[in-house]
């Protein structure tokens, strides 16, 4: 692991909490932007922007919330724009709340892009620059420390490179301590980027605006004051794919500040995901962005936040994806196991992951062999079972089962070949009756399920109602359970996922059901294949009791063995 303190330090400043919202299907409450801000203070992010207060109540409870209860490690950033035009910052009242909120650091974005100051701000280009410099200085002269945020700069730059220039010297003269330029529509690639930003460290370190050759309007002499050059920071969006290209291209020119959010939420396609780009600046170039333990709450933490916001977590996603150090391939596990840099670019453990064999029809004796000692069982590479294993597996995979998202079926599966699957209960019959009267139930389904159970030679009848045959089958099931075993009580069905695997059968069609259930701090998944999609769920429902209490019995065993 790279050395934090000997290393050249890159401020990560994650929005999550304002550009992240943006994104379609994103709503969080006051309590989910705590809960993400505190995460995020423990992975050791420098700054954390919370919003623009004064845009809307939740924001202002925010920053209300967090004055009573101040994060341990980061600064939390209010965002604003600029004042609006012919009018002066100290009496602008959008940005009095901005002081309210009472954060150290503000963070404000102008327009460096002309056409935007001619067609959105509807000013001059001469204006525009004196609002840059006026709210930045009014912040100033209140106690505060500066960003500034260049928006829609690299097609600003791109169209009018003096003006664009001049806005960044208007924001020095203003006291900005880093500029921040923005890739707000997400269109310009690394190459792009490179150059851009390598022009403008190379303008900005001139000690006056004079070198700088402005193409449509003369420099204000208001901005000649030589004033010390600020850091440069980098804010790409992902239109075109490379925000997190894009990020590390600046960062190689000499940005020191990199803007983007958890997951790569945001607005469109999103912003630059810091779950990508802190390892590789970290990892991969050297840089210190967070202490190596704080690394490792990487996945956690973009898992974490994936249900805050209620999202499914990407499971391709790269560093910190389910999928990101899983090996399927026989060939692969193989090497792997001898050694993992084979298939590995780094250590799964350094952002917090965890390697995988995921078991499938294309799995070799390599893969059984790493799954079994990931389930804690010794197997032998010559030992008849491994072969009956694969065979089973294979088999069983071309009838529709798919165990690579189903571990805790394949760790039944291979514990029953071995003889070490325990018998918990024996599912003697079932029924499952659904009305759909609609004169009776108001218009809804209605389902009833009776089942027979046999725990320990004993018989158990019990029947239970449910919105649906599975949820009324699952309830009975619990009902006749529960008593005997209270554990399952706390095993929560969290993920119900059918897939029909022949659609040209029709309704004959033959469906596989996946299962997840928790119980509160582990999750495992079962899956059912059959023509018939209640017993599909029914094989999936039981095996995932099964598999719940096996894993309750075995975690006694180990709690009584180390007392």
């Not at 075109?240 to 945001?266: H, K």
């Not at 607005?267 to 990508?276: D, F, H, M, P, Y």
């Not at 840099?341 to 995921?358: A, K, M, S």
């Amino acid at each position: 692991m790279t050395d934090v303190s000997a290393t050249k330090p890159i401020w990560i400043y994650d929005t999550t909490l304002r550009d992240g919202a943006q994104r379609e299907g994103i709503s969080l409450s006051l309590e989910d932007k705590l809960r993400i801000a505190r995460q995020l203070d423990k992975m050791g992010i420098p700054f954390i922007e919370g919003g623009w207060p004064g845009a809307n109540p939740k924001d202002v409870q925010f920053f209300w919330q967090l004055k009573e209860a101040p994060l341990i490690q980061a600064e939390v950033v209010a965002f604003c724009s600029t004042r609006r035009p012919h009018r002066q910052a100290a009496d602008e009242p959008m940005l009095q709340p901005i002081l309210s909120a009472g954060t150290l650091w503000v963070t404000v974005f102008g327009k460096s892009w002309d056409l935007h100051v001619t067609e959105g701000l509807k000013t001059s280009l001469d204006e525009n620059l004196h609002m840059i410099r006026d709210t930045l200085e009014f912040f100033r002269s209140q106690g505060r420390r500066v960003i500034y945020d260049a928006e829609h700069w690299f097609d600003g730059y791109k169209c009018n490179p003096g003006y664009a220039l001049q806005t960044l010297r208007a924001a020095i003269a203003g006291g900005a301590e880093w500029l921040v330029l923005c890739d707000t529509n997400g269109g310009t690639l690394p190459h792009e980027i490179s150059a851009i930003v390598r022009a403008v460290s190379q303008a900005i370190a001139q000690p006056s605006p004079s070198p700088i050759s402005p193409d449509r309007v003369a420099l204000p002499a208001c901005l000649a004051t030589p004033t010390p050059i600020p850091g440069i920071g980098i804010h790409t969006h992902n239109d075109s794919g490379t925000a997190v290209a894009n990020a590390l291209a600046a960062v190689i020119e000499g940005a020191t500040m990199v803007q983007g959010t958890i997951n790569g939420y945001g607005e469109r396609c999103g912003n630059a995901s810091l779950c990508s780009l802190i390892p590789n600046l970290q990892l991969k170039l050297g840089y210190a962005c967070v202490q190596a333990d704080q690394l490792e709450k990487l996945t956690d933490s973009s898992r974490l936040i994936s249900e805050i916001v209620n999202l499914a977590p990407d499971d391709h996603a790269p560093f910190v994806g389910l999928s990101a150090f899983a090996h399927k391939g026989g060939i692969h596990v193989s090497a792997v196991e001898r050694n993992p840099l084979t298939y590995e670019h780094i250590q799964p453990d350094q952002v917090g992951n965890c390697r995988r064999i995921v078991i499938s029809d294309q799995a070799g004796l390599s893969n059984v062999l790493a799954k079994a000692r990931s389930f804690g069982i010794d197997l032998d590479k010559a030992d008849p079972t491994c072969h009956q294993i694969l065979q089973r597996l294979k088999t069983l995979e071309h009838q529709g089962y798919q165990f690579e998202s189903a571990e805790a079926s394949f760790e039944l599966l291979m514990r029953e070949a071995l003889r070490q699957r325990p018998v918990f209960f024996e599912i003697k019959d079932f029924q499952v009756r659904c009305d759909m009267r609609s004169e009776v139930n108001d218009g809804n389904s209605y389902s009833l399920a009776t089942i027979k159970v046999a725990v320990n030679g004993k018989d158990y009848l019990e029947a239970a109602e449910g919105n649906g045959p599975v949820a009324a089958l699952d309830a009975a099931l619990r009902k006749a359970l529960t008593n005997v075993y209270p554990a399952i009580a706390n095993f929560h069905l969290t993920d119900y996922k059918v897939r029909i695997l022949d659609g040209g059968a029709g309704t004959a069609a033959k469906t596989r059901v996946l299962v997840e259930l928790s119980n509160g701090h582990q999750r495992w998944t079962t899956v059912g294949v059959s023509t018939n999609i209640i017993e599909a769920s029914y094989h999936a429902v039981v095996e995932g009791l099964e598999y719940g209490l096996m894993r309750q019995n075995q975690a006694k065993i180990v709690l009584e063995i180390s007392t």
